[in-house]
Each structure stands twice: as structure tokens, then as C-alpha cells.
């Protein structure tokens, strides 16, 4: 069975500047690449109210090699040490960022002019910074969902696209998470937890009512909401027992509120439907059924069932779906891993 690459460290890093255009109706016919090119690289100030996003960027491995970039899940987690170690260095210039409001970008937390418009704007400005023609798109989960958003906007700049853990971003999908009538039917126990405490009208449809209490002034509040939805969220995640970082997170301060801030960021995009209700990603799937594509799903992934990777193949049959055997949802599972570094070697062929 594979295993990461080695560690490494990135040979660049820094901050890239996007800009702050009002794209949130985003379409095919609404940008493209010479826009982006003319008016992104530059950020305009035009009141005091304006956010001024700064993405951060590292580049690892080798930069003549083949670049590949990598989306975090989420919305809201940004990268690890470890996502750098899904690639052969050798090979791969492997490119890394935080999404907007993310991980080291700046401003933290913010859900200003955060979108997922406005996400896949920022992956073609730093396209276009590094001066890459075509790049392979690494996606997990909500990273997945991005990656498949942005390639069909901007399908001549991908080389091939290798998801994992599919989530469509229907209504469907987001609640199966976020309703009684999804994962709640096969973990009543944690379900019930969750949900405990809030009005009975919304119990059946918590969303709105968890976020309003995660992001609530009241620390007291706040923290009982976010140690009930991590313990949700750790019950649906992995195959075997709910994850260690469970209880370290909630004796790190730091930590807990690092975790905090990216549950505020996925429940802001789940109740605004990941801002891609009107253009569902199933539908525009003849855009970019010519890209070389893997799809890699864990058989038990109970955060984004198989269903969605399944439903996926059937619109996508040029796509190879490998089916994970006693897997779940997360990267880091060993059988995940393997599958996901046999893919990676194989892409290689791709240059």
C-alpha cells in the first residue's frame, strides 16, 4: 500500500493580491480569461467598506515539472504540510492556497465578496500569475465541487481533473448533513445531540439555527454549538472511530478557534446553497467531458455519499470512478491515500 511523499518544503511563497469585482451571477458568457488577465492582478478600492482579499500562494517540488494545483476541502479548512505530499516533487509543480478567508490568506474569516464565483476567479489569477497554460486540478470534497465549477468555466486551461470524496452541492447533498432526513437516520444518537436545545420548529431543518449560534456573540453559546457540530461532523467523516483531533481541539484555544472560523465559512456557503444552486454542476457536464478525469470515493463516505460520485460516472462515463473498499470520506485514510498517490503517479503520464 502507497503512503505520502516525503515532506517538503515550498521552494516560494507569498501573497497575491485578487481583485473585488461584484461576480456572484458568474457565468460562461460573464468572464473570461482577457478579463481576468486586464482587470484581476489589481485590486480596486472603490469605498472604505471594500475587502481587499490577499490569497496565499506556495509553490512546492519542481517547477518545471508538471503543475498541478491542489483545492482544499471545506469551505472554509485551507492546506496542510500534508497536501504537498500527494505528488511526486519530481515531478509535479504542485501549487497550493488558501481560498478566501482561509488558512493564511487574509483578511481571516471574512465572508465578504466570498463566493464560489469569486473562488474559481482567484484559482485563473493565480493561473495566470505563475504563467501556466494548462494545469492539472487536484480537488477533495467541497475542493471537488470547486474543481469541477472551475473547469467548466475554464475548460482549456485544465489537463485532467483527479476528485475525491464527490459533493455536488445540491440541496440534496447539503442536507443529507444538515437535515433529520439524511445522515441523522443512520446516527440518531449524534444527531440528537446536535440538535438538542433548539427551537422544535427548526430541529427537522437546523441549518440557519446552528449557524446563527456558532456565530453568535455569546461565547457560551458559541462553544456549545461548535464542540455539538464537530461532534456531528467527526461521526459522519471517517470509517473507523470518530477522529483524535476531537480532543485536542477543544483543550487548544487556538486550535478550537481555527476550526471555528472554517465551520462558520461551511455553513455560510451550505445556506447559500455553495452559490452554485443556478447552475448545477450535473448539468454542464458536456463542457468538460474531453479532460482526463479520476474520481476516487470511499464506499462508506457517510459526509458525501457514494451516490454522488455514482451519479456523477453516469453523466461522465469517460471518467474513471475507483470505489474505495472499506474507506470513508478523508484523505488521510490509509486505503484513501493509496488510491490517491496511484493516481497521482499514473496522472504523470498526462504531460
Not at 276 to 299: K, V, Y
Request: net charge neutral; with cysteine.
Amino acid at each position: 500500500m502507497l503512503s505520502l511523499y516525503p515532506a517538503i518544503e515550498p521552494f516560494k511563497h507569498y501573497y497575491l493580491n485578487v481583485n473585488n469585482l461584484n461576480i456572484s451571477n458568474l457565468n460562461t458568457e460573464d468572464l473570461n480569461t482577457s478579463d481576468l488577465k486586464e482587470n484581476s492582478l489589481k485590486t480596486k478600492r472603490t469605498d472604505e467598506a471594500d475587502i481587499n482579499h490577499q490569497i496565499y500562494v506556495e509553490e512546492c517540488g519542481n517547477p518545471l515539472g508538471i503543475p498541478v494545483v491542489f483545492l482544499h476541502g471545506g469551505p472554509g479548512s485551507g492546506c496542510n504540510e500534508s497536501h504537498r505530499r500527494f505528488f511526486d516533487p519530481k515531478h509535479y509543480h504542485i501549487i497550493l492556497f488558501d481560498q478566501r478567508g482561509c488558512g493564511r490568506s487574509r483578511p481571516y474569516r471574512s465572508l465578504q465578496r466570498n463566493t464560489t464565483a469569486h473562488l474559481i476567479q482567484d484559482i485563473e489569477v493565480i493561473r495566470q500569475h505563475i504563467g501556466i497554460k494548462k494545469w492539472l486540478i487536484f480537488g477533495g470534497s467541497w475542493g471537488a465541487t470547486l474543481a469541477l465549477y472551475y473547469a467548466q468555466h475554464f475548460p482549456q486551461q485544465v489537463s485532467g481533473l483527479l476528485l475525491r470524496g464527490i459533493f455536488l452541492a445540491r440541496s440534496q447533498d447539503i442536507d443529507w448533513v444538515y437535515s433529520e432526513n439524511g445522515a441523522a437516520k443512520l446516527f440518531p444518537d449524534a444527531w440528537q445531540q446536535l440538535v438538542q436545545g433548539l427551537p422544535k420548529d427548526e430541529q427537522a431543518q437546523p441549518l440557519s439555527a446552528i449557524y446563527q449560534q456558532l456565530s453568535s456573540d455569546n461565547s457560551k453559546v458559541s462553544t456549545a454549538m461548535f464542540n455539538k457540530l464537530q461532534h456531528w461532523e467527526a461521526n459522519l467523516i471517517a470509517l473507523q472511530e470518530p477522529p483524535e483531533f476531537l480532543a485536542s481541539t477543544t483543550k487548544d484555544s487556538a486550535k478550537a478557534l481555527k476550526v471555528k472560523a472554517s465551520s462558520i465559512i461551511q455553513l455560510y456557503y451550505s445556506l447559500n446553497r455553495c452559490f452554485i444552486n443556478q447552475t448545477p454542476l450535473l448539468e454542464s457536464i458536456d463542457i468538460i467531458r474531453h479532460i482526463p478525469t479520476i474520481i476516487i470515493h470511499g464506499r462508506y463516505d457517510m459526509l458525501c455519499p457514494l451516490e454522488q460520485a455514482w451519479q456523477l460516472k453516469q453523466r461522465w462515463p469517460e471518467a474513471k470512478l475507483i470505489i474505495v473498499e472499506m474507506a470513508g470520506h478523508v484523505a488521510s485514510e490509509p486505503r484513501i491515500i493509496d488510491a490517491l498517490i496511484k493516481a497521482t503517479d499514473d496522472l504523470c503520464q498526462l504531460k
